[in-house]
């Protein structure tokens, strides 16, 4: 079942991201370095590429995410224009330090001490951000939770030496036009609960990780995964760690989550759910999808005229 979520409050936010963005110098666009791209709204992009606005990348999480896949998405994105990608963890308090200077870089004409240097922070729901404020701000000015969209109000502050920060509530977009983003997104927390069904989300997940980290499994979960798919997965995980209901059945609930929270937390091991190649191949994939659907369509309509 696709997963979409975009609660109410989204679109007053994303009004005010759009009408403060013609005062801001760099939008730093954070997102969660296991899945970039999925993690990337493209309304940030049109919003900013309108406005003809720099952008600092931040991959954040890249303590959690695969090294070899995130050095591949930093050289894709570093290849685009206006965009300087770096990887962090917002938890790191000299990679946070870094982030001003890399922004000045990408507005040298704020560089002559005239007029601060405006940036503002932006990203879906917990990719980080608040935690990042808080980190660059020294301070807790911002409420950080495990669970997505705790930031509902934007808010200006004062950084010194002549800067200053914005900070938006977490945006998705209308409509998740891949149902892997959906999925992916809904794995790593940033969907809330009330949108997804867990059991759903973490067979996907097992999908992903048997097929690139089946290894990392086997060693987590002391299972053979030879010939699993995603659903054989968690059961063999809830049989595993006891997960059973009254009468002796599976939680598979409780298996879901036991899965999912040990790829949130790091238990797991460094992963990565994307890469460039992987993510070119599932855009290309679903296209080829949708043509030979509405290939189908038109042929069914022209034989039935």
């Known amino acids: 079942m696709p997963i979409q979520w975009f609660p109410g409050h989204m679109n ?12 801001i110098d760099v939008v730093i666009e954070v997102t969660d370095a296991r899945l970039p791209e999925a993690s ?25 995410a695969d090294p070899a896949a995130t050095r591949a998405w930093m050289d894709f994105y570093n290849a685009q224009p206006d965009v300087k990608a770096v990887q962090i963890s917002a938890k790191n308090p000299a990679e946070v330090a870094r982030i001003p200077a890399l922004c000045r870089s990408l ?8 007029k ?33 969209a705790v930031t509902k109000h934007q808010q200006t502050l004062d950084l010194g030496a002549g800067m200053t920060l914005t900070d938006t509530p977490g945006l998705m977009w209308p409509k998740i036009d891949y ?16 949108a997804v069904i867990d059991e759903e989300v973490a067979a996907f997940l097992g999908e992903v990780l048997l097929a690139r980290y089946p290894n990392l499994l086997a060693a987590r979960y002391k299972i053979k995964v030879e010939g699993m798919d995603g659903p054989a997965l968690v059961e063999a ?16 609930e409780k298996a879901a989550q036991i899965l999912l929270v040990d790829y ?30 509405e290939a189908a369509a038109q042929d069914e309509g022209e034989s039935g005229a």
């Open 12 to 23: 007053s936010a994303r009004r005010n991201a759009a009408e403060s963005m013609a005062a």
């Open 40 to 64: 990337s709204n493209p309304m940030i992009a049109e919003l900013r590429k309108f406005r003809n606005r720099p952008c600092l990348k931040l991959l954040n999480k890249s303590d959690l």
């Open 107 to 114: 507005a040298p004409h704020r560089d002559d001490g005239t």
């Open 116 to 148: 601060p240097l405006r940036m503002m922070i932006m990203g879906i729901p917990n990719v980080g951000k608040s935690t990042l404020m808080n980190a660059l701000l020294k301070r807790k000015v911002a409420k950080v939770g495990d669970e997505p």
């Open 179 to 194: 149902d892997a983003d959906g999925y992916m997104l809904a794995a790593s927390h940033a969907i809330g609960r009330n």
């Open 237 to 252: 995980i809830g049989r595993r760690r006891g997960c059973l209901v009254k009468g002796g059945g599976l939680d598979l």
């Open 264 to 293: 949130r937390s790091g238990a797991l091991g460094r992963i990565s759910l994307e890469t460039p190649e992987t993510r070119a191949a599932m855009v290309e994939r679903q296209a080829a999808e949708k043509a030979a659907q």
